[in-house]
Nanobody, 125 residues
């Protein structure tokens, strides 16, 4: 079992930046693949980015490529999502997710075992 707690959300103007953090506790963090999802009002939860257990491989949804960067610090049991050039359409609740296994290219919500409570990101135009 692993517990995930997100932080770093807030209100930012279009073009601005935010860095989300997800602190993990419980079982060994370094054995987990980590991901970020988001859910806008009235929409389904969607995949944003994922990273393998060592941090050497990442995967992004097309709409955030070149603007968002996922990274992890296994010594701190934390995964990050650096978000630059934010757009109003990035407004959503952002969720951290974790799972066992080697694959990090996992875009379906059902493929992830553990979830945080979410952090709100609001981008004003």
């Amino acid at each position: 079992q692993v517990q995930l707690v997100e932080s770093g959300g807030g209100l930012v103007q279009a073009g601005g930046s935010l860095r989300l953090s997800c602190a993990a506790s419980g079982r060994t963090f370094r054995s987990y693949v980590m991901g970020w999802f988001r859910q806008a009002p009235g929409k389904e939860r969607e995949f944003v980015a994922s990273i393998d257990w060592r941090g050497g491989n990442t995967y992004y949804t097309d709409s955030v490529k070149g603007r968002f960067t996922i990274s992890r610090d296994n010594a701190k049991n934390t995964v990050y999502l650096q978000m630059n050039s934010l757009k109003p359409e990035d407004t959503a609740i952002y969720y951290c997710a974790a799972r066992d296994g080697p694959s990090w290219i996992l875009k379906r919500v059902s493929e992830w075992a553990y979830w945080g409570q979410g952090t709100q990101v609001t981008v004003s135009s």
